[in-house]
């Protein structure tokens, strides 16, 4: 029989002994019923002897946490924790045992699956003054973060461990709780809500400090508004469709407009640095998406076109392939020596048509617009594009290699889209 622990429990208890007396047990009960491999972690600091009592009585471990706050000790226990998936609760009973099975029954729905409070069905009992920080700070990150998630607070949660482990986490207080939802989300996992109704705890008081809890999640805002915007984040191309900035939310929609025309009744089309864009959702039936990082793929899973993680240097497919091929805000990334568009030529079938888009650096409009975001947005575009293309240089390359230009658009005088067949005849 494998050895391998299902499930880790990890439970975060700073003085908490007399709660934990009433919880572990029925934790375990819970944890029994499942039939599974698991195991309970206590994370505190200097262990009292209820603590370590109430921990033995069920055959918990009792692991001290190194760090500070209670960021510092959820780190300790993924650090600690062996199972394949990990559940972490508050040790003050207003997480019930008995909802651990709601989150393992639901564990296939989402990498994270929450315990929310504020989705349909979901309920608080707190103070008001708690319960009014609370509404706000989480409708604040949804909202200014555009984040799927309702209950960004809760701690009561379940996890597939193997998403944990790159995580490079900086808060150590409560406003780790936030950050690990958004760094999740950001490599394109998913997160599923379930409805929970929180009660206070039975015993003692909160660690928490309603001031600091709301300035550290403030800072934490700040921190991750630069992750959320950066195009690295694995649905920023999906979000920008629907950005609440109306230019980049023109932007976005006018790219998708001009392509979608473009590549219509060509047949399957091979789109190269696909991204997230919802591009990938009008492509044709036995068309194929690819992408080198695999954070935009997984945000892109809800369409139904198939996805590849590879390079557009080397591309895994048969010459002529495809008698469409799409590559959209690519080649300004990578140097003009590459391979890329020789690639792109390769996999393309004869006769077949080739979308370029890329910013036309002839373009006055594009470069006082691009210096404009530098200057808004240091360490974004105006630096990530390396390569410098203009209209009249991407049509005498293709026309050298036998192509004809078929159509141009512009998205306001800026962003060059370009449609070019190639020669039906080697």
Sequence with gaps: MSNTVDLSVVIPALKEGPNLAILLPQLREVLQSFKIRSEVLIITRDADAQTSDAAERIGARVIEQ?????????????RAAVGEYIVTMDADLSHPPTFVRDLWLRRHRG??????????GGSARMPLSRKLLSRVLNRFFRRGLSLPVS??????????????????LDARDFNILPEILIRIHAEGWKAEEVPFAYAPREHGSSNARVLKFGL?????????????????????????????IPLQRYWQRSRFKHVVELMRSEGPVLDVGCGSSRIIGALPPGSVALDLLLRK?????????????ASGFNLPFADGAFPCVVCSQVIEHVPKESPILDE??????PGGRLVLGTPDYARWEWVWMEKLYGKVAPGAYADEHIAHYTRAELETTMTRRGFRLE????????????????????
């Design 297 to 309: 793929l997984r945000s892109s899973r809800r369409f139904p076109t198939p996805t590849v993680c």
């Design 344 to 349: 792109l030529c390769r996999v393309l079938a």
């Design 216 to 244: 550290t999640y403030l800072r934490t805002f700040g921190a991750m508004w630069r992750l959320r915007n950066s195009i690295l984040s694995g649905d920023y191309d999906d979000r920008a469709y629907d950005s609440v």
């Design 66 to 78: 190194t760090g500070r706050g209670f960021g510092g000790a959820i780190l300790s226990g993924f």
């Design 151 to 168: 209950d960004l607070s809760s701690n009561f949660r379940l996890y597939r461990a193997h998403i944990l482990r790159n995580l490079t």
């Design 111 to 120: 990498e994270v699956v929450i315990a929310s409070r504020y989705v349909p």
């Design 407 to 426: 159509a141009v658009r512009y998205i306001l005088r800026g962003e060059l889209i370009m449609a070019f067949r190639k020669p039906a005849v080697a």
